[in-house]
């Protein structure tokens, strides 16, 4: 997740973490309410969220969430901090072989979008960090110790991860399955036709290739992630 230049507050006042927290005991929590919001994108889609919704799966009126929160931005923020919390690491998970501690975020990150794939989408319109972000975020510059680079140059790396983390499971979400798209689908026999017609060699080499032939998607994840960091270590140290 790229926590860097998060720019302007998604709203003008002050973050929901730094404001007081209910005198009065409230009918539903905060937990309550995230948690409510979150099944309700697992189960629908992020569109879905709304005050009122959260509100009518918890069994309450709307004005019980605003006991906790001003708004929906306070909503999406809390949402997103607690997506960020699903990739923070224990403290053992962190070695001072900053590839292979790097390697493990990365895939913290790529587990929690997969479950959560409407993550994306919401990353994309926050810009607020709340706790479990920023405790994120010190854990990816941690985890490139060992390589002993300039700030300028560790948040370089932290979002070259993170950005082919966030672009491979994007692509994975949304990959056409084998049966839509396999050798013996309409899709796929469009497509090789259609090469054969236009004298795509390449392309018409590449879809005769059988599809489960090819690395499943864990080690080509792996595979690509090892080639980038590879390609970082040997820029810097010259090895």
């Not at 404001?19 to 569109?47: C, H, L, S, W, Y």
């Not at 929690?112 to 405790?135: D, S, V, Y």
């Not at 599809?211 to 595979?223: A, K, Q």
Request: proline share 5%; net charge negative.
């Amino acid at each position: 997740m790229d926590l860097q230049n998060p720019g302007k507050d998604a709203h003008t006042g002050t973050p929901i973490w730094a404001r007081p927290k209910p005198q009065r005991r409230p009918t539903v929590t905060r937990d309550d309410i995230v948690t409510a919001a979150m099944n309700i994108a697992d189960e629908e889609g992020f569109e879905a969220v709304s005050m009122r919704r959260v509100a009518s799966r918890l069994g309450v009126g709307p004005m019980a969430l605003y006991t906790h929160i001003d708004s929906k931005d306070d909503l999406l923020d809390l949402i997103a901090d607690a997506l960020a919390g699903k990739i923070v690491l224990s403290d053992d998970d962190l070695t001072e072989d900053w590839r292979e501690s790097i390697t493990r975020v990365a895939r913290r990150e790529r587990a929690m979008i997969k479950q959560h794939p409407w993550a994306i989408e919401l990353f994309g319109k926050r810009r607020t960090i709340g706790p479990n972000a920023m405790l994120h975020s010190e854990q990816s510059l941690k985890a490139l110790d060992g390589l002993d680079s300039s700030p300028a140059v560790t948040i370089q790396i932290v979002k070259a991860v993170d950005q082919y983390t966030t672009g491979f499971v994007l692509r994975e979400t949304l990959t056409y399955s084998q049966e839509a798209f396999g050798l013996g689908s309409a899709a796929g026999a469009y497509m090789r036709d259609a090469a054969v017609a236009n004298g795509y060699r390449r392309l018409t080499k590449l879809l005769q290739h059988n599809p489960t032939e090819l690395p499943g998607n864990d080690e080509s994840f792996e595979r690509g992630l090892r080639w980038l960091l590879e390609g970082i270590e040997r820029d810097i140290t010259g090895r």
